[in-house]
């Protein structure tokens, strides 16, 4: 399959997910960590999407937050279950179902579905991105005053949490405004369809921007980390932007 087969592919895993997750009953939650929850429709939505992309596709590697699995492969899928199981557990709207496909260690197709709000994102390499069809395309925003940003807190890691408490302050007197969703993937894709001109977290888990890097990237925005010549999609230090704001957004992260 090339880039774009597998985008599609990863379409209808993701809205065979979302179908699932939109109709649950009553579920079991646990904590994994610090701020950190995971339910059994993780596990379900997990299964169900490892079912449907390796039956179209037995040559291909698995790594799911939930079950772990490969760390390299010549073709890996690259999925989140549930982005922002916090949002889920608590019948709040905003989650997303996030799947990359990743091509000898190259990210080359990526779909962010939100089911609740029935918005998916698509993009695959070379081919744009688009969200329920529609071609979409970063913003032109040329002046960090006018920019809004949306920002996660790294809120599972202390030393990410303060770092990012530190910061905000200068960011907001340098931004026209600050949001946050609680889903890292869903925030990557509202910098690619022009919501907002930024999103910087430290700390994630490549499952967590794989497919919204993709996304971003195609539509004309840029993925970085947050030091200069860092690799983001190494370290989890995410500084997405539309691309213009891209050094002046930096400048302040890393005083």
Avoid at 68 to 88: C, H, K, L, S, Y
Avoid at 204 to 212: C, E, N, P, R, V
Wanted: glycine share 10%.
């Amino acid at each position: 399959m090339d880039p774009r087969e597998k985008a599609a592919l990863a379409e209808r895993a993701a809205r065979a997910s979302g179908e699932m997750l939109e109709k649950h009953g009553a579920f079991e939650v646990r904590r994994k960590a610090e701020n950190d929850f995971v339910t059994e429709m993780d596990f379900k939505s997990e299964a169900l999407i490892k079912e449907i992309l390796l039956s179209a596709c037995p040559e291909d590697a698995f790594f799911g937050e939930e079950t772990g699995g490969a760390t390299q492969a010549e073709g890996r899928w690259i999925v989140d279950p549930i982005d922002g199981t916090a949002n889920f557990m608590r019948g709040q709207r905003l989650y997303a179902i996030s799947i990359a496909y990743e091509r000898r260690g190259e990210l080359v197709a990526g779909c962010v579905y939100c089911p609740g709000t029935d918005e998916l994102f698509l993009a695959s390499r070379g081919a744009g991105a688009t969200l329920n069809g529609r071609p979409i395309h970063a913003a032109k925003t040329a002046a960090l005053r006018d920019a809004i940003i949306h920002l996660g807190f790294g809120h599972r890691v202390p030393v990410n949490r303060e770092r990012t408490l530190e910061l905000f302050p200068a960011l907001m007197r340098a931004v026209s405004d600050v949001r946050r969703s609680g889903t890292a993937a869903y925030d990557l894709c509202c910098v690619a369809d022009g919501r907002c001109d930024a999103f910087v977290e430290l700390g994630l888990s490549l499952y967590d921007y794989a497919a919204g890097a993709v996304i971003l990237e195609e539509a004309g925005g840029r993925f970085s980390g947050w030091q200069s010549g860092e690799d983001g999609l190494a370290t989890g230090n995410v500084l997405a932007t539309n691309g213009v704001l891209h050094e002046a957004l930096r400048e302040i992260l890393t005083k």
